[in-house]
């Protein structure tokens, strides 16, 4: 429970974190004590969910609940340690509406959890927005506000984050068929996004922002591969944890393209 499992949910959260820190060109303590605190806001999901089920579902006690509780107590205190201190050398307001609202999605994902629903695409999707969100907390711990850029890099996380959902989603219901017709709900949802990418990348080239252009294209054509890949019945017994590791690479590699954009002047 000290090691987060959902890789791509860590990595959903990490990438536009380091991307904000890159992109502010200055060091600032607050930001090591902020991302102390979003690494164990996520990992303190886990312990939660076995006191939660302790309590709602299961009828006798489990041998982890009490480790379960030792760990979410220690975790509480390094949360509330490092809220302390960001509130008293931040602005507490802006920083208080973030708490609130990460207690509100931690609650959020624990009920989920807890009623076997963690898979469900509008929680994911949810949760990509939620996550993304850790650039604005970069920004409130090191200058202490949210510049123009910053909610763009948001959304445009957010964007790219929920077209993968959707394209992962297509695969399982390929793979999950049997023989069976395919559910094409999520096929022709993901297909509608990387529209909407491709779109904004066109978008974003007519207003010379080329590396956002490119970034949103290449998010677009992966995933578009990726589709086209999913028709083919040798491809779709290729493991989770490969294609998992491949969206990750994609989602990096975005990552990568679309910090250039602001690195000279810092502004849209």
């Not at 054509?221 to 990726?226: A, K, M, Q, R």
């Not at 019945?233 to 393209?257: D, E, H, I, P």
């Amino acid at each position: 429970m000290l090691v987060p499992r959902e890789h791509g949910a860590t990595a959903m959260m990490l990438t536009p974190f380091l991307c904000a820190a890159l992109l502010l060109r200055h060091v600032y303590w607050q930001e090591a004590v902020t991302l102390v605190a979003i690494l164990v806001a996520l990992v303190i999901k886990d312990p939660l969910v076995v006191l939660a089920r302790q309590r709602w579902v299961w009828k006798q006690e489990h041998p982890e609940t009490r480790g379960a509780m030792r760990l979410a107590a220690i975790e509480l205190l390094v949360l509330t340690a490092c809220g302390v201190t960001l509130l008293w050398t931040r602005d507490p307001a802006a920083f208080g509406l973030l708490f609130v609202g990460s207690a509100a999605f931690t609650a959020l994902a624990v009920m989920v959890n807890v009623r076997n629903r963690q898979r469900a695409v509008w929680f994911q999707v949810v949760s990509a927005a939620a996550l993304s969100a850790t650039c604005v907390a970069a920004c409130l711990s090191g200058p202490g506000k949210v510049p123009g850029w910053c909610w763009l890099l948001w959304l445009l996380c957010t964007v790219q984050a929920t077209a993968g959902i959707f394209v992962v989603h297509a695969r399982l219901d390929a793979r999950n068929s049997k023989g069976k017709p395919v559910n094409v709900a999520n096929r022709r949802l993901a297909f509608l996004l990387q529209m909407i990418l491709l779109a904004s990348a066109m978008w974003f080239a007519l207003r010379g922002q080329f590396w956002i252009a490119t970034a949103l294209a290449l998010a677009a054509i992966g995933y578009l591969l990726e589709l086209r890949r999913q028709q083919n019945q040798a491809a779709l017994k290729m493991s989770l944890k490969r294609v998992g590791q491949q969206t990750l690479a994609l989602a990096v590699a975005f990552a990568l393209l679309v910090c250039p954009n602001w690195s000279n002047s810092g502004k849209l």
